[in-house]
């Protein structure tokens, strides 16, 4: 969706869409499980989602599960309580689904970061070059792509590309620079960041890993070298979590969006988790206001409206489909 369309239609759902009436609080869930029936609908739901949404969810995971679990539904309505990149690559990869976004605001910084006109204008500079795009980028970027990635499944994708071929790997620079000395190749980067996975203290971190000398320090691939040359563990979201039920400390600080904590303990209830601080003095951890702007209320909203839906060209869910083909297939 280009950034104009997108921008028209979040005008839209503003005007008064939020201020529809719901359910009181206590019957939000229970109303939210008949919507699921009525609508032969199905919630999926990213770990950096607000524990309330993480346990109505159909399937709960990390970006590479929720697109393999998208190309699968059979319901009619994927409700999708991420951020837009994910809605929409749910949206590429089974087109004929109703694909709802509870808040259509909830964008990605990462994925603004990189403006089609000046990819495409970056691309040209390097013709031949095989571009790989992070899962976390718009679909116009996706059309522009060879193959995706997500956190878990990047040094795979990246190593079944032919030594002789140059790579451009967009749009996140830091997961970039850990790719390139994990798999020792080289790449063309493009400079984009995650506000969130840039805004850890790595002076914070290190006064608190004193604070708890047995715990061990986790990190996403997506925060900066110095965050990850300090860390015990590097993985996206799943393998956070399942380093963290696996391991044998009983103490860990996460370097990544905060809302990952709720499973954590849930799957380890016995071990404690301490989110890695920031360098902001307004809040403790390191939360994603992106994915934080989806709530219960507008969860109802979505479903029971059927709205704000993503809406993509088919074109654009043609081209930008076969990369995220070429990911799914590597397995
Ligand atoms: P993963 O889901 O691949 O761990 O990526 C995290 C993220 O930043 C999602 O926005
Ligand atoms: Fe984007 Fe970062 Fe938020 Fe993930 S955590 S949605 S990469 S801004």
Redesign the pocket.
């Known amino acids: 969706m280009s950034v104009n369309v997108l921008q028209a239609q979040r005008n839209l759902y503003t005007k008064g869409f939020l201020d529809l009436p719901v359910p009181e609080k206590h019957q939000l869930v229970s109303e939210i499980e008949r919507l699921k029936k009525d609508r032969n609908a199905v919630i999926m739901a990213?770990?950096?989602q607000a524990p309330e949404i993480q346990d109505i969810a159909d399937f709960l995971?990390?970006?590479?599960y929720?697109a393999r679990a998208a190309e699968n539904i059979s319901a009619d309505m994927i409700v999708f309580a991420?951020?837009h990149f994910?809605a929409e690559t749910a949206k590429i990869i089974n087109p004929s689904k109703k694909v709802v976004l509870p808040d259509l605001h909830a964008g990605?910084s990462?994925a603004d970061s990189c403006p089609p006109d000046q990819f495409r204008a970056f691309k040209e500079k390097y013709p031949g070059a095989v571009v790989v795009s992070y899962?976390?980028c718009s679909a116009e970027i996706k059309t522009m792509s060879d193959v995706v990635c997500?956190?878990?499944n990047a040094v795979k994708v990246i190593e079944s590309i032919p030594d002789d071929k140059q790579i451009i790997f967009a749009p996140d620079k830091n997961l970039g620079k850990y790719l390139i000395k994990k798999t020792n190749r080289p790449m063309i980067l493009w400079e984009g960041s995650?506000i969130?996975?840039e805004a850890f203290s790595f002076e914070k971190i290190l006064e608190l890993t004193k604070q708890h000398p047995n715990a061990k320090f986790i990190a996403?691939p997506?925060s900066e070298s110095q965050i990850l040359d300090f860390a015990h563990f590097i993985g996206?979201?799943?393998?956070?979590l399942r380093f963290a039920q696996e391991d044998d400390s009983d103490s860990y600080i996460v370097a990544?969006?905060a809302g990952i904590l709720h499973e954590m303990q849930k799957k380890s209830p016995h071990k404690t988790f301490i989110p890695a601080p920031v360098d902001d003095d307004t809040c403790a951890c390191s939360e994603?206001a992106f994915?934080k702007l989806n709530n219960l209320e507008k969860l109802y909203l979505c479903m029971e409206h059927q709205s704000p839906e993503i809406v993509l060209k088919q074109e654009v869910i043609e081209s930008a489909m076969l990369p995220i083909q070429r990911m799914l297939r590597l397995g």
């Open positions: 990213h770990y950096y995971g990390d970006s590479l929720l991420g951020v994910m990605c990462l899962i976390n997500t956190s878990t995650c969130v996975h996403h997506e996206s979201t799943s393998a956070l990544t969006e994603c994915m």
